[in-house]
């Protein structure tokens, strides 16, 4: 028993600077919302998939999610790891790194991670299992409630992570067409049910909406950038899901994101496209989108196009 | 006795069945047999008091396969019976104005003294409506007429744990702190939603809750005994 606990003890990763708002995240948790414990996992599922695949390792598998201003991090151990998502400058030991392939790492290393430039989320996969807080199946962070994780919160100054035996991997590299470059801002989204209820569908559909600054892990807050319309739509208290876009009586939406709560009082006028909800979470604040609404058979048929190609390109099937 | 229901899709990868009437019975049988016959398949529920919103992996299964999946299951059950599976909770509340922070005001605003606000609380049995919005939120219908009350104007940032509250015509525990904005008059030490548990929460929708009421003194033992 002992020797095994030292055996778990020894590859560990050391946080010198812990940056914004860095936290482990996977896409394993399940069968929580019916407690009204949100999902949360990481807020670009693909880009989250894209790191893990680099490793070869289930895509639902942790990654830790790091944003804004990314952390600096020690490794005490051989390993390999891949850095994926938002444009950041990475540095190993003072030397610029590649993203979106697979690097190895040497005992001592020191991973730096810069000021992102470009998107929102970026994320590292280790090869080598984390330790860290397990509730419902998931190392996913939700701070809200101090659930998976490290005691619940986002990584810290010092924080010292533990995690097993790191696996040996191939060395590869994210094909070039499979890279996304942040740039776009149409949001394709299916009809929500009180879409209906709205007299001026007019004003989702001509205005773009800047993504307020005020957004976090459970919703991002988008405002109207001409003439502000109100809507008094009152409704009971329903379902939600991510990627649901809400309509306080404002006129300024609410897109619901990974850390969302599981009902919601306002009327939902659209849901984002499971293949388009990655794609917002990477828009920058004070930047815009547009909405366009699609059917429900057009989101099947995006879905069903993008597990082909991953499935064709790097031989995996998508999971959400 | 034989249901309706409407399924209608939430996105790509939900959809909401609803009952024509409002029956947390039936929305709790229906979680109970869709969890169990396809649990494979569905990834997570939501209940509220007429629906039941079921969440899937659309990468997976299609929205419309599930759909006619969960159409197959319903048109064979029936819904005999269900009703006698509730279970009846006790709960205590101290309503000492320390931990009740309202109950002050709201007996000017009712006109009510605070001892017949206690008297009306404690005197019906609820019936817990809905679990959820928050980690652990329990909604309880049934709250006594005279002390129906509206929201407070301006929400609290942080409502501790086990906080008792009233809104329009319910009374609902808080069981995570958590900002809101319902009149709060007691504190359970009961810790109803244990995050270290699965399932965190034993109550159920449908299940019936009476309050007992604890000095502030009874209230410090009890959480003493818990740790």
């Known amino acids: ?320 | 006795m034989k249901r309706n229901f409407s399924c209608d899709t939430l996105g790509d990868s939900s959809l909401i069945i609803s009952s024509d009437k409002k029956d947390v019975d039936v929305i709790r049988h229906l979680h109970l047999i869709l969890s169990e016959k396809l649990k494979d398949t569905i990834i997570d529920f939501v209940k509220t008091p007429n629906s039941l919103a079921v969440y899937i992996d659309p990468y997976k299964i299609s929205i419309k396969q599930i759909s006619n999946e969960i159409n197959t299951i319903l048109i064979n059950e029936s819904f005999d019976g269900i009703k006698k599976k509730a279970k009846d909770w006790k709960i205590p509340i101290c309503y000492d104005p320390s931990y009740g922070n309202d109950i002050t005001s709201l007996s000017k605003k009712l006109g009510l003294s605070i001892k017949k606000i206690i008297e009306l609380h404690l005197r019906e049995t609820y019936k817990i409506h809905m679990i959820g919005f928050l980690p652990g939120f329990i909604y309880l219908k049934g709250l006594n007429n005279n002390l129906k009350v509206p929201r407070r104007n301006t929400p609290r940032k942080e409502i501790k744990e086990g906080s008792i509250a009233i809104a329009n015509d319910q009374t609902g525990i808080y069981n995570v702190n958590s900002p809101g904005g319902w009149n709060i008059i007691g504190r359970t030490p009961l810790s109803i939603f244990n995050k270290k548990k699965n399932p965190p929460i034993q109550m159920i929708e449908g299940d019936n809750v009476k309050f007992y009421k604890i000095s502030k003194d009874d209230y410090l033992k009890f959480k003493n005994n818990e740790k």
């Open chain 1, 1 to 320: 028993m002992i020797i095994s606990n030292l055996k778990i003890m020894k590859n560990s990763i050391e946080f010198l600077r812990a940056g914004s708002l860095s936290t482990i995240q996977d896409l394993r948790r399940n069968n929580s919302r019916v407690y009204g414990i949100p999902r949360s996992g990481p807020m670009d599922h693909r880009s989250h998939m894209l790191s893990n695949w680099l490793l070869g390792k289930d895509l639902r598998s942790e990654t830790i999610e790091m944003t804004l201003i990314g952390p600096k991090i020690k490794f005490n151990f051989n390993t390999n790891i891949s850095l994926c998502g938002a444009n950041s400058e990475c540095l190993i030991n003072n030397k610029k790194v590649d993203m979106n392939k697979t690097l190895s790492i040497k005992e001592g290393d020191i991973l730096d991670i810069k000021k992102i430039k470009k998107g929102n989320w970026i994320y590292l996969s280790i090869s080598a299992e984390i330790v860290a807080e397990k509730y419902f199946d998931s190392l996913s962070t939700y701070e809200r409630s101090e659930i998976g994780g490290i005691k619940g919160v986002s990584i810290r100054n010092g924080d010292k992570i533990n995690l097993l035996t790191s696996q040996d991997v191939d060395q590869k590299k994210i094909p070039k067409d499979i890279i996304y470059d942040f740039d776009e801002k149409i949001i394709r989204v299916i009809k929500g049910p009180e879409y209906y209820l709205f007299d001026d569908i007019n004003y989702f559909t001509n205005n773009e909406f800047k993504i307020s600054p005020t957004s976090d892990r459970m919703g991002i807050r988008l405002k109207n950038v001409g003439n502000n319309k109100k809507f008094e739509i009152n409704l009971e208290s329903s379902p939600v899901v991510e990627g649901t876009i809400q309509v306080p009586p404002d006129g300024n939406p609410i897109v619901l994101m990974r850390d969302c709560q599981t009902t919601g009082g306002y009327p939902r006028i659209g849901i984002i496209s499971s293949v388009d909800i990655s794609k917002i979470s990477q828009i920058r604040a004070n930047k815009s989108v547009k909405f366009r609404f699609i059917s429900l058979d057009e989101s099947n048929r995006l879905i069903d196009y993008n597990k082909k190609k991953y499935k064709s390109r790097l031989g995996v099937n998508l999971v959400s």
